[in-house]
């Protein structure tokens, strides 16, 4: 069903974007970002990356995807807390981009420059992950205590928010509250929570009612004029988890709209998860691109697709 999307995808993945004449200012896991001054370009290439490592082999399409539902995302939820979105029209870009209107069709948004928060803005929903190793070697969850006897999978109530630093290579590392406090002061982590709560408490509600429950997700902030500003991706299936409501039972791995299929395989292969990656197979590729269009289809419905 969800490949009959009309969504231009393309059957060849887009792994590296080249704009010559502009200032690369940061070749991410996934995305491309190029300095426009006080504005930034940002491409979604179909980069994958899986345990912090970017894959070899991309999947066609999946940065549109991505940016389609950022750009959902940001258009709800934008009343909790201001975006850093500008325009995803590349007609706005200027005459000097019009020659790269390959690169950028449907996969890239001009934003506003903010100075990015050093901290991932994680918040927990379900016991899954990491989170569910680490809640059965200590009883709680990046060194916040939960109830005895929880199972895998079962429902957080309240969701819980832990913080994580960022890593342009490698492994993300959990850090508690107070050290996001002494990172970025006290007052703004705890806006940078309560904001990270009321977007996560928003997305589940509006998720749930489409048949998927938001596992868990992160959040990325920055500051503009003072201001708090939610910025790079948000709620998709490379910085969330997505499960189907339907079938749902704490007490073992829930199936995933998202990249478990390929952490999956992976770890299947006996992959010591260091650099490089091993190439994905094709039944991989397209079992993967078909879960990401199916969670992009699912959680915006069939108006958003022809936007």
Known sequence: ????????????????????FLPLWRRGKVRDVYDLGDRLLMVATDRLSAFDVVLPTGIPGKGVVLTKLSLFWFRLLGDVVGHHVLT????????ELAPYREQLEGRSMVVRKTDPLPVECVVRGYLTGSGWKDYRATGAVCGIPLPAGLQESER????????????????????SFAVME???GAARAQE???ASLALYRRACAHAEARGILLADTKFEFGVRDGAL??????????????WPKAGYAPGRPQPSFDKQFVRDYLDSRGWDKRP?????????????????????????GPEESLR
């Open 1 to 20: 069903m969800a490949d009959n999307l009309p969504l231009k995808l393309g059957d060849t993945p887009l792994l590296e974007t080249r704009i010559p």
């Open 88 to 95: 995803a029209e590349v007609e706005g870009y200027g005459a």
């Open 156 to 175: 957080l109530d309240p969701p819980i928010f832990t913080p994580a630093t960022k890593a342009q290579t490698g492994h993300d590392e959990n850090i």
């Open 182 to 184: 002494s990172m970025v």
């Open 192 to 194: 940078a929570r309560a």
């Open 229 to 242: 500003v939610w910025i790079d991706e948000a709620l998709t299936p490379d910085s969330s988890r997505f």
């Open 276 to 300: 490089p990656g091993p190439e994905l197979p094709p039944e991989v590729v397209a079992r993967t691109r078909h879960t990401y269009m199916e969670a992009w289809q699912r959680l915006t």
